[in-house]
Structure formats: structure tokens, C-alpha cells
């Protein structure tokens, strides 16, 4: 797999986030410093209670942080008022969660054109569902589907916007191990032909193989940041 750097995309320096008051305060990340490049598959590993979803939620601009800077691209998220931080994340994010949130009442194609109405440079529909493998399956609803067809859907939901930025928390964690590594392959090939950067939150450590840059939190803190010299193809990957 072909990955070519074009300079830092998502930039995270000193970003620190704690819940609670007094003795029950509890430092969810300490001092987080980060840089991801353009393109990267991005895996970032730890156990529960590490900080991997708080880390995911605080660049989604779903939660605050309570110090720290985060750049995405040209913009400075930190810095941001509510309304700026909902054109963000129209503008700029994909999310696909281990659940698949799909809307029951609507089709395979609903559920996807739900996003594709948020963007102003959205991805051809047809073409999307024909790369996941959804076009036989596209008027049907959520429930005449498998789970790893629902969870393509969700994919596409993410993918539609044509967004810069693909945050993926625990994406295979309710899916079998054939059809965890369909969805690993699917993404690998929407990195290389969206050329979306992805960062994958996930306990499987077997995932970090797939991707350029490794990160690991323990405790709230990032203990390695490595860059992966040996990218294996997602259909290689064993666990």
C-alpha cells in the first residue's frame, strides 16, 4: 500500500480533559502532543479507561477540552463557538461507531443521503454504494440486512460528505472476525482512493498492522507515537 506524506493535518498539542470536582476529579488525558499526517491510517490503542474515546469525542469537537490546541487542516477547533464547531463537523468529519445508528424507517440509501444533503461537494451516491458492495441491497431497510452490511451503510453515511477527517471508534467491535476484516479492506481502499486521513480507535491490538502511525494511551497519557515501517494489507491481518 502506497502512502506519500503531505505534511501534518491533524495537529494536537497539550490537550488535557479531567471530569469531576475535588477529590472525585479524575485526569481523563494528560498533556496529549500529536501529529498526524495527510493520508494516514492512524491507529490509536490502549485499554478501557485509557482516554481513547475521550481523545476521539474532544477532535470530533463533541466535547470540550480543558487545555490544549487542536488544528484540523486550516482551522483551530479549540478556538471555536458552538455554531462554528457544527460547520466543522459537517464540513470537515466522518464518524463511524461500533454501533451502527442507522434510522430503521429509512433504506440502505436513505440512511447515507441523510449526509450526503450536509456537504456541498458530496461523493457520487451510485458509485458509493457500488465500492461497498450495497447497490443490490440499497432499498432495503436495516433490518433485511446483515450486521456488516449495516456497518457498511454506516460507512457511507461517514463517507458522502467527502470528509477530510474519518474517526472511527471501535468500528469491528460488534462484528465476527471474517466480516471485521471485510470492513478493515473497505477501509484501507477508501484511504487510498478518498485519500481521507482515518484514525481508528480500537482494543484490537492486530489493527494497529494496518496502519502508517501507532499510538498508545495508558492512564490518559501517550506512551508511544511510532510510525509503521511494514504496512500490512488488511486482509493479512490475523488475530
Not at 424507517?105 to 447515507?112: A, G, P, Q, S
Not at 484511504?191 to 490518559?220: E, F, P, S
Request: contains cysteine; charged residues 25%; glycine residues 8%.
Amino acid at each position: 500500500m502506497m502512502h506519500v506524506q503531505a505534511g501534518p493535518y491533524l495537529e494536537v498539542h497539550g490537550l488535557s480533559k479531567s471530569y469531576g470536582e475535588d477529590e472525585a476529579r479524575v485526569e481523563v488525558l494528560r498533556n496529549i502532543d500529536v501529529s498526524v499526517e495527510k493520508g494516514e491510517i492512524c491507529v490509536l490503542l490502549g485499554p478501557s479507561g485509557s482516554g481513547k474515546s475521550t481523545f476521539l469525542n474532544i477532535v470530533g469537537g463533541l466535547e470540550p477540552a480543558d487545555a490544549g490546541t487542536i488544528r484540523v487542516g486550516n482551522a483551530t477547533i479549540t478556538n471555536m463557538e458552538a455554531g462554528d464547531l457544527v460547520e466543522y463537523r459537517r464540513r470537515e468529519l466522518g464518524f463511524i461507531f461500533q454501533f451502527y445508528n442507522l434510522v430503521p424507517d429509512l433504506t440502505v440509501t436513505e440512511n447515507i443521503e441523510v449526509c450526503q444533503y450536509l456537504s456541498s461537494d458530496p461523493l457520487p451516491m451510485d458509485d458509493l454504494l457500488r465500492s461497498l458492495g450495497l447497490w443490490e441491497h440499497r432499498r432495503k431497510f436495516p433490518h433485511e440486512i446483515s450486521g456488516g452490511q449495516q456497518q457498511r451503510c454506516a460507512i457511507g453515511r461517514a463517507l458522502v460528505k467527502n470528509p477530510g477527517l474519518l474517526l472511527c471508534d471501535e468500528p469491528t467491535g460488534a462484528l465476527d472476525y471474517h466480516t471485521s476484516k471485510e470492513i478493515l479492506e473497505l477501509m484501507e481502499q477508501v484511504n487510498r482512493a478518498y485519500g481521507c486521513t482515518i484514525v481508528i480507535v480500537t482494543h484490537n491490538d492486530a489493527i494497529k498492522h494496518m496502519a502508517h502511525r501507532i499510538l498508545r494511551l495508558r492512564d490518559g497519557e501517550l506512551v508511544s507515537d511510532e510510525l509503521n515501517s511494514n504496512v500490512l494489507p488488511a486482509r493479512e491481518l490475523e488475530w
